[in-house]
């Protein structure tokens, strides 16, 4: 079996506090297979440190490469965070177009494949990860790398005019055809691709399903990322998920939970669903008293000025509702800006008779997935689910529901509070068998195997 070489702007480094599903699947991978897995190592230090910091962990060489404070500020903040971001989540209006914070982005993705590419080894597989690293195959082939190169898109791919009101697109779209497998989270980013490459640089489908563009045959594959459903499964029965389903037991006493769990970004269509939540009450008198929201969303890149106007925001909306209806023994939104380890969510997960997933947009969104992982066969919740997740392309039995649509969203809520057992197990079960088909196992195997079978191919 080849080495397989890894490159994501951040990677797992044993000890690291916040390792998910995604960074166990692809430190497995590594870990079978023997290989490299690079990114920023995090720092960001005064000066360009040319060098890549190298150690070993069983099977798998971590280098890492730090980043100066004006790559920080450019690559990073200012051209993945505040230009990429919101482009590939519809929100052209929050994007900001720096031509020195693109020149940064791209000096980076150069330098990064130079050093990577010290590092590779002929017969290598090469995956490379996200939004960060748009431009990393293309300075690998310029290096001279002749091999396969894999990418996946953990994002969203908008509709073809979204990405070209990006300035560089052009730059970013040859960037993208070095890769050979191109693997997105659903049918839509797919489409949205494929689209996007015939209707802007005239690429040809061809009957295999790749297309040719910019010079290039590449493939362009949907495979939907999942997690690990046995562990949050387990996760869900464990001391520290009971302890903590207790805790929040009885507070809430005999009401009925309704959660929502996010990194607090505007993409997740918070405020919205604070103001469904209200409307739910406007409307129902007598859920007044019966039913709690817990939001929990903790800040996350609170330099970003978007991300301030959010926070008060969602301040100002819980303040609304809980004014307009708290009692002295209930308040309706319990709005919690911190992270909880996986095993209290876990545990609040199966206690919620709903689960809120209403994204704007999302790539997949594991929430979703975890909720459902996390309940109690006999007696599971309802998961609320935006159709703008990817993972309602393949979810159909959840109530779907439109984010922008308050009062939708409100009624969704209140069919899902009544629903009747037999109902909710029929639908769980469905919603279930889909994590499973699609977990994160699957995901990496298909990914890889495909990427695999073009690099035959390319022999
Ligand atoms: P995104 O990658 O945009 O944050 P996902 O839903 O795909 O969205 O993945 C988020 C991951 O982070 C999930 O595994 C989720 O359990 C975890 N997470 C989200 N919010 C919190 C939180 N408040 N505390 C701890 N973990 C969280």
Redesign the pocket.
């Known amino acids: 079996m080849s080495r397989l070489i890894v490159a994501s702007n951040r990677t797992a480094t044993p000890g690291e506090e916040r390792a998910?599903?995604l960074a166990v699947a692809l430190g497995e991978a590594l870990a079978e297979r023997g290989g490299v897995w690079f990114g920023w190592s995090g720092e960001i230090v005064p000066r360009e440190t040319r060098g890549i910091r190298l150690f070993v962990e069983g099977n798998t060489d971590f280098a890492l490469a730090d980043l100066t404070a004006a790559e920080h500020q450019g690559y990073y903040l200012d051209y993945a965070n505040r230009a990429l971001w919101p482009v590939f989540h519809y929100r052209v209006d929050l994007a900001v177009f720096d031509d020195e914070a693109f020149e940064s982005y791209a000096a980076v993705n150069r330098r990064f494949g130079r050093l990577l590419y010290q590092l590779m080894r002929p017969e290598d597989i090469v995956w490379v990860h996200d939004f960060h690293f748009l431009l990393l195959g293309d300075e690998l082939r310029d290096n001279g790398w002749r091999g396969a190169i894999g990418f996946f898109l953990h994002v969203p791919f908008p509709a073809p005019e979204v990405f070209a009101a990006l300035p560089h697109h052009h730059r970013l779209a040859r960037g993208m055809a070095a890769f050979d497998l191109l693997g997105f989270q659903t049918a839509r980013d797919v489409g949205n691709f494929i689209r996007y490459m015939v209707e802007e640089h005239g690429a040809e489908r061809l009957e295999d399903g790749r297309i040719r563009v910019f010079h290039r045959v590449i493939r362009a594959q949907a495979f939907p990322i999942g997690i690990d459903p046995d562990e949050v499964a387990r996760m869900a029965e464990s001391e520290e998920a009971r302890a903590a389903a207790n805790r929040l037991g009885r507070m809430i006493e005999n009401r009925a939970l309704v959660i929502g769990?996010?990194?607090m970004?505007y993409s997740k269509g918070l405020p919205q669903r604070l103001q469904a939540f209200g409307r739910l009450l406007d409307d129902n008198e007598n859920l007044r008293g019966r039913v709690n929201l817990v939001q929990?969303?903790?800040p996350s890149r609170e330099s970003v000025e978007a991300y301030m106007d959010l926070r008060e925001e969602l301040d100002r909306l819980a303040g609304r509702v809980n004014g307009d209806y708290s009692d002295l023994d209930w308040t309706p939104i319990r709005y919690l800006a911190r992270?909880?380890s996986?095993e209290v969510?876990a545990g609040l997960f199966r206690l919620a008779r709903v689960g809120l997933v209403t994204p704007l947009h999302?790539g997949?969104?594991?929430?979703a997935k975890?909720y459902v992982a996390a309940q109690d066969p006999e007696d599971p919740g309802v998961l609320v689910l935006s159709e703008f997740a990817g993972a309602a392309e393949r979810m159909e039995t959840a109530l779907l529901v439109n984010p922008h649509d308050v009062g939708g969203m409100a009624d969704a809520i209140r069919r899902a509070l009544e629903m009747p057992r037999e109902e909710r197990v029929e639908r769980w079960k469905a919603l279930m068998d889909e994590v499973r088909d699609h977990d994160i196992a699957v995901w990496r195997q298909s990914f890889l195997s495909t990427l695999e079978g073009l690099a035959g191919e390319r022999g």
Not at 364 to 367: A, D, K, T
Request: glycine share 10%; net charge negative; no cysteine.
């Open positions: 998910g599903g769990v996010d990194r970004d929990i969303a903790p992270s909880y996986r969510l999302d997949m969104n594991l929430v975890e």
